[in-house]
């Protein structure tokens, strides 16, 4: 059973929307004020720049392992190699990384749970849900991603009316606008923007999926396209959307960072009903990240063990053609997480933002790289989806990107993570010359 047209496209937008929004929206904002919304516009259009590199690579070739397997194709093993198991990494500290912030979610209905044990429950089922055939995870993610479209819109209009029409809020919300951006744009000057950049780019960390779900696509000529023009789009409506109604319904500086935004407000401005149906919202928005990063961790790997990059038992499927092992040993090391909240319960997701920022930051670069490797390699007559302004496009993306990196590193919460990735790319090196024998590329 393949993915239909509507999977696809609810897997893009669910891909854009995730965490970032939901919870790091607050801490972004307190960053550096209403310019959150320039960070976000520019962050959407290096964002798209990847995506269509990526989908003009996915559309003359569509493969679950996605950008792993073209870098085996048009980079040679070692970045196939390095691209596979960064990306399988940075899925897999994501699946820890919202599977925590469910954690963090249900705290609004049941105080006092140990995350843990929070964690271990959730992990099972989806575990079980992944070993199901391909159709019913992609009916599963439509139905979890459109739950997150339908009360984003929903929010928007929302606040817009409050903002607008309702009496008791009305005037309080102009106050708040003309306070806010006649005297706070910038509210921390250069460091912040630039320090909000980097939330940015973990914001968007899951729109890549959408090219390993291209392989289980019915018509991947036609809805990849599709997809990935529509992420501007989405990025516009959603994001900068739901930024300009936090920011006009209450004072951005009383925010708390520990609870979803939309929470918040709502719960500020005396809609407690509201306040209760986003948080609701929110968990279904991190489950749904979750579903679809094991999902994609699994299949990576499996594509890994495919060109003996990783075990071979890695790459056996069950009777609905899913890389059972793959997804077993995934759920396996994501059981770490358990062990991180139970010792670190205060400082895991800031620990997992930090991790999973840098791994967003490698894959990005690795699919950028790759995407100019392939065009070296194809002829211009046969690409159908082509990245416009290449290679201008890639060289200011891979810039960007760098420039996150060297911002990170003056950042207290995020610099630790910067340090590890020279060593987690020296240990997938060796691993790469001790399996090199027995690596092929198909």
């Known amino acids: 059973m393949k993915l239909k047209n509507r999977h696809i496209q609810m897997i893009a937008i ?197 090219g390993i779900a291209a392989a289980d696509a019915e018509n991947p000529d036609k809805t990849v396209p599709k997809a990935v023009n529509g992420v501007i789009i989405r990025i516009i409506v959603f994001y900068v959307g739901t930024f300009l109604a936090i920011i006009c319904l209450y004072p951005w500086q009383k925010l708390h960072t520990n609870i979803s935004p939309f929470v918040d407000v709502f719960d500020k401005v005396g809609f407690h009903f509201a306040a209760q149906l986003m948080s609701i919202v929110v968990i279904t928005a991190a489950l749904s990240a979750f579903n679809s990063c094991l999902y994609a961790a699994a299949r990576m790997l499996a594509n890994l063990a495919r060109h003996n990059s990783a075990p071979t038992i890695l790459a056996k499927t069950n009777q609905h053609n899913v890389p059972k092992n793959a997804v077993l040993f995934t759920s396996l090391v994501i059981v770490i997480t358990v062990l991180i909240n139970y010792l670190f319960p205060e400082k895991a997701i800031m620990y997992l933002i930090a991790i999973t920022t840098t791994s967003i930051i490698i894959t990005w670069t690795t699919i950028l790289l790759c995407h100019i490797s392939f065009r070296r390699k194809i002829a211009k007559n046969l690409i159908k989806f082509k990245l416009p302004f290449y290679p201008l496009s890639n060289i200011i993306a891979l810039l960007s990107l760098m420039l996150v990196i060297i911002v990170m590193l003056f950042m207290d919460d995020m610099k630790m993570a910067v340090y590890l990735m020279p060593l987690w790319i020296l240990v997938v090196t060796a691993m790469y010359f001790i399996l090199k024998p027995k690596i092929k590329k198909s």
Not at 100 to 124: E, S
């Open 14 to 210: 669910g891909g854009a929307i995730g965490t970032g929004l939901f919870f790091g929206a607050a801490k972004s904002i307190q960053l550096t004020g209403p310019s959150i919304i320039l960070s976000y516009l520019i962050g959407g259009i290096i964002m798209y720049i990847i995506m269509r590199a990526l989908g003009e690579m996915t559309v003359h070739e569509p493969n679950s392992g996605a950008f792993s397997h073209y870098a085996y194709q048009y980079s040679g093993d070692y970045l196939g190699f390095l691209s596979g198991w960064f990306a399988w990494f940075e899925y897999t500290i994501v699946c820890m990384l919202e599977v925590t912030a469910v954690a963090v979610f249900l705290d609004y209905w049941m105080p006092g749970i140990p995350h843990w044990i929070t964690i271990t429950v959730i992990l099972g089922m989806f575990f079980l849900i992944n070993l199901l055939q391909v159709g019913v995870f992609g009916e599963f993610e439509f139905w979890f991603a459109g739950i997150k479209v339908a009360t984003i819109v929903l929010m928007i209009s929302f606040a817009a009316y409050l903002i607008f029409f309702h009496a008791d809020t009305h005037v309080a919300a102009l106050a708040n606008i003309n306070n806010t951006f006649s005297n706070n744009l910038f509210a921390n000057g250069k460091s912040g923007f630039l320090f909000s950049m980097v939330l940015v780019v973990f914001s968007f960390g899951g729109v890549q999926f959408l």
